[in-house]
C-alpha cells in the first residue's frame, strides 16, 4: 500500500538527524530549514505546538538547507547550530536563532553558544574551518535531490507537504497520516486472518 502523489524525501531519516520527541513515533515531520528565514522562523511555533497536540505520535527532524543568496547570515548560523549539537545542545541552539534571527552575526553566534554552556570563540573557529561544510553540503543536495527549492519544505512520513506551513493544515496531514497508518495495519491483519484461514 504505497502513496504517491507528492515529492519523496531523497535521504531517510535516521540516528545522524537532529531529532526532538519520540524515537517511537508513527509520524516523523523533516523540516529543511534556514536560521535567517523569515518563514521557517514562524513556522517554529506551530511545529512546536504539533508535538505537543501529537505528544509520543510526532517528531520532528530539523535539516539545514542556508539560502547563502538571501541570507547572508543562514551559512554561518547553520554551522553553529551543527557545532552545538555536535556538543548534544542542538536544539537548544536552534531554538535561539530563530529566537534571535536578526542578530547572527559573529559576536552574537558566540554569545549564543555562551548561554547554552558553549565556548563561543571555539565554534567559531570550528566554523570557519570548515568543520562543518560537508555535512551542510550533504543537506543542500538531499533537499535537491527532494525537491526541496525554498524554506520551510517540511515532508511527513517521506512526503512533502503540500499544504501552508500552518497548525491547522499539519494537523490534518499528521491526522491523515496516522488514519492511514492504522487503515493499512487493519489491511495487512485481515490478509492474515484469510490467508490462515485458506
Known amino acids: 500500500m504505497a ?3 507528492a515529492f519523496e524525501l531523497a535521504v531517510p531519516v535516521s540516528a545522524v538527524d537532529h531529532l526532538t520527541g519520540s524515537a517511537h513515533a508513527p509520524v516523523t515531520v523533516v523540516e529543511y530549514g534556514d536560521f535567517e528565514c523569515p518563514n521557517c522562523k514562524q ?3 506551530a511545529l512546536k505546538l504539533l508535538l505537543e497536540r501529537f505528544d509520543g505520535r510526532a517528531r520532528l527532524a530539523f535539516r539545514n538547507f542556508p539560502l547563502e543568496d538571501v541570507h547572508p547570515h543562514a551559512l554561518a548560523a547553520a554551522e553553529a547550530a551543527e557545532c552545538a549539537g555536535g556538543q548534544g545542545q542542538f536544539w537548544p541552539m536552534h531554538d535561539l536563532l530563530f529566537a534571535n534571527q536578526d542578530q547572527l552575526d559573529d559576536d552574537s553566534l558566540k554569545a549564543y553558544a ?5 565556548d563561543g570563540a571555539q565554534m567559531l573557529k570550528e566554523v570557519y574551518a570548515g568543520r562543518f561544510d560537508a555535512l ?4 543542500l543536495q538531499e533537499g535537491a535531490a527532494a525537491r526541496v527549492n525554498a524554506t520551510p519544505t517540511l515532508f511527513i512520513n517521506g512526503r512533502q507537504h503540500m499544504l501552508p506551513v500552518k497548525l491547522q493544515f499539519l494537523q490534518r496531514s499528521v491526522e491523515d497520516e ?3 497508518q492504522q487503515n493499512k495495519a487493519f489491511v495487512y491483519e485481515s490478509r492474515d486472518g484469510r490467508e490462515k484461514k485458506g
Open 178 to 180: 496516522l488514519e492511514w
Open 114 to 118: 555562551k548561554q547554552i554552556g558553549l
Open 43 to 45: 513556522a517554529q511555533s
Open 136 to 139: 551542510i553540503d550533504a543537506h
Open 3 to 5: 502513496r504517491h502523489g
